[in-house]
């Protein structure tokens, strides 16, 4: 970027954004909750509903496994001790199963589950079998009520059994347990037509009904729990996301200007919305669900270990592969994501130069080169997209065949053990909903660490925007000043590059209200000179003294409120003539607008739009000349009434009728006021007090017009060139 006559005080590139960090950053982590700490209680609530919602998904494998082993398919052996002696002890020994016994004619009973069986030493188990205490076969328990006694014993080959033992044909038929039950087996209930069966089984029938409506209340809170957590989860993700770029917005605007030559528009853009949007969708749906799925994942490893740790540890076996193959994902993702995010930074860039010079390429047949370096860059891109896509496209698949792999694993297993009546087939499936729930979260973790590796690389990016130093602004010593307009440089030298010097030892002083004109070639130190002024960029050697006091002293906002300048490139921002002109001061009322319009020239353009001073003016003043940008920018100057007035002279593109305009304005302006003048036609500034001839970073001229022509030095030489 050059400024004019300002030279080269940038190398024609920019600053690449490759960050050198490490893959892993704790304190990326820490700077990002520093913006949800406003938020943290939607934060915790947020969570709290979450889990509440895991918890709920948690529950319904186990309800399922109640519904088949209690109520469908019966997981109960029955143990009858001949007496009370070997009940007790058998009791007191397995104290910690708080089993329940029952007692019918002198009969002793004993309902083991699965679960209970698989907490008892296999020897006591075979011991009760061997002694014909522990039934071969399980048994269902209907209620000992007359209605099922009835259906009952119709059948002659179900009758009572008043001596039910554990040993082979020992519980045939029916028998009474005791406490308004009667047991049982599978075989002989089977025996039953299907009305009657179900009939006897009405109470199961009823059990059943409340736990499918338990499954269904479990869902709908689920659905409800979800809905709130997503909106307050993003209520909060956005509201975090509007502080940060708000926080960096207000940082790149108090950047110094050289940051600004150094990086493309379109690379700064890509900073304050997509990085920020990344970081946004990994708040909404990333950071919280991941914490979430961590606690799930060791939440049902737990439950499956402690509904039967040896089928657990068989479904396991698969886990350390998968913990690799997380492990070298979430190597290799980071990497390729802040490729992804330099090529996408730089292909907004590539867009946003392009498309503002889409003028010039038409006018020089450019269209065909730059749509080649697009294609390079675009390239680069679509690259970098492919590689992130190849990486997710081989991790889902995996992850998803070794849960497939763990069900095999646990079929072939937890088969056997069916068999051996060891566990249940509720037990089983309850099994296999948990490896598809343990193995949900991994699947999806590929989506959300995508979602969290762009948002880390923008975060790096973003902060390592707001790590740049700003200008320093002297907010602490700000005055609301109105100075006078002297300016002194005293010995002043400025290279923008480090031993490049633009300016050299330059000295001069400029009184109150006196009028002077920079002249000199391309690149002699002009718009430098104003740059100082305004403090726009450091100088390396001497001083610069306003009203006598250094630079410094004051205050930037003191500073640029004392200076007006209208320089060759007017920038018009979007809105309308009146918010241009006024550029948010709310001490300016519409009628000081129209009148320093009509002071300087600009209300004869302006009456004549359609909606005055109201028209909609397009981006950058599209749909204003030139002359009319700048009439806008000496009202703007003029509103501002400042002490110093500054005009980079450019009027060698517009009409004669327009320059009319521009110089009677301009002599107005400057009227009482310190003005310097950038001059690059010699006729325009033949009335100022004194002239400056800049020849490559020096002042090697001083004087009037007509001083620096008696000379018959550089400036007599230029003069010549343009007049004759």
């Known amino acids: 970027m050059n400024f004019g006559g300002g030279g080269g005080h940038g190398r024609g590139g920019f600053t690449e954004d490759d960050l050198k960090g490490r893959i892993y950053d704790r304190r990326l982590y820490g700077r990002l909750l ?24 948690l529950v319904l494998p186990l309800i399922q496994r109640t519904a088949i082993d209690d109520y469908i398919v019966s997981d109960k052996a029955i143990a009858i001790f001949p007496d009370k002696a070997q009940l007790q002890q058998f009791l007191a020994k397995y104290e910690y199963l708080n089993l329940k016994p029952f007692s019918h004619n002198g009969r002793q009973f004993l309902i083991l589950a699965a679960k209970d069986r698989n907490r008892i030493n296999n020897t006591d188990l075979q011991e009760l079998k061997e002694k014909g205490i522990l039934s071969e076969t399980t048994v269902f328990l209907i209620v000992d009520k007359p209605e099922n006694l009835e259906i009952l014993q119709q059948y002659e080959h179900l009758q009572e059994n008043t001596s039910p033992h554990g040993g082979k044909n020992g519980t045939r038929g029916w028998f009474r347990i005791g406490k308004g039950q009667i047991a049982i087996s599978r075989e002989n209930l089977n025996k039953l037509p299907g009305r009657e069966r179900f009939q006897v089984r009405s109470e199961a029938a009823h059990n059943l009904f409340y736990l499918a409506l338990v499954f269904f209340l479990i869902i709908l809170l689920r659905m409800v729990g979800s809905y709130l957590q997503a ?22 605007q108090k950047m110094p200007v050289k940051y600004f030559d150094q990086n493309p528009v379109g690379r700064l853009v890509t900073r304050v919305t997509n990085d920020i949007r990344a970081i946004d969708e990994m708040l909404a749906s990333g950071v919280i669900t991941i914490v979430q799925d961590v606690i799930v994942v060791i939440a049902i490893i737990t439950l499956m270990l402690i509904l039967n740790w040896r089928l657990a540890l068989v479904s396991f076996i698969i886990l350390p592969a998968v913990v690799w193959v997380i492990s070298e994902y979430r190597r290799r993702t980071r990497v390729i994501y802040r490729e992804v995010r330099k090529y996408l930074a730089a292909l907004n860039a590539t867009l946003a130069e392009h498309i503002s010079g ?12 730059k749509r080649d370096e697009f294609t390079g860059v675009n390239e680069q891109y679509f690259v970098a997209s492919v590689k992130q896509l190849k990486l997710f496209a081989f991790f889902r698949p ?18 056997g053990q069916i068999l051996r009546n060891v566990i249940t087939i509720g037990l089983l499936m309850a099994f296999t909903q948990y490896i598809h729930k343990l193995f949900e979260p991994i699947n999806d973790f590929s989506e959300k660490f995508n979602v969290l590796q762009g948002a880390l690389a923008g975060a790096e990016r973003i902060f390592g925007l707001m790590d740049e130093q700003p200008d320093d602004y002297r907010e602490a010593i700000h005055r609301n000043l109105k100075l006078e307009g002297e300016i002194e440089f005293d010995h002043v030298w400025l290279a923008y590059n480090p031993n490049e010097w633009v300016l050299k030892d330059v000295s001069f002083k400029i009184r109150p209200g006196e009028k002077i004109a920079l002249v000199g070639h391309t690149g002699s130190g002009k718009t430098s000179i104003v740059n100082l002024i305004l403090a726009m960029y450091p100088f390396q050697r001497g001083s610069i003294l306003i009203d006598g006091r250094p630079l410094n002293s004051y205050s930037l906002a003191d500073l640029r409120s004392n200076v007006g300048i209208v320089q060759q490139d007017v920038f018009i921002f979007s809105g309308n003539i009146k918010e241009n002109i006024a550029l948010n001061n709310p001490q300016l009322s519409d009628d000081e607008i129209e009148q320093v319009s009509k002071y300087v020239n600009a209300d004869k353009f302006i009456c004549k739009l359609p909606e005055k001073y109201n028209e909609p003016v397009m981006e950058r003043g599209a749909t204003l000349s030139t002359g009319q940008r700048q009439l806008l920018a000496f009202a703007r100057v003029l509103a501002y009434n400042p002490s110093i007035f500054i005009l980079d002279e450019a009027t060698s593109n517009i009409d004669t009728e327009t320059e009319i305009l521009i110089q009677d304005a301009l002599s107005k302006i400057i009227e009482n006021r310190t003005s310097i003048m950038i001059a690059h036609r010699l006729s325009t500034i033949q009335h100022v007090d004194r002239i400056l001839m800049l020849h490559k970073g020096e002042i090697v001229e001083e004087g009037s017009h007509f001083d620096l022509l008696d000379k018959q030095g550089l400036y007599y030489d230029l003069y010549r060139l343009q007049y004759t």
Request: without cysteine.
């Open 34 to 57: 520093r913006y949800l700490k406003p938020y943290l209680k939607w934060v915790v609530l947020s969570f709290g509903i979450l889990m509440l919602v895991a918890g709920a998904e």
């Open 358 to 369: 889409q003028k010039i390429i038409q006018l020089f047949n450019q269209y065909f080169h």
């Open 231 to 252: 909106v307050i989860t993003t209520t909060f993700a956005q509201k975090a996301m509007n502080d940060l770029r708000h926080d960096a917005f207000a940082h790149l």
């Open 398 to 415: 995996i992850i998803h065949v070794s849960s497939q792999v763990a069900v095999a694993f646990m079929i072939w297993y937890g088969g």
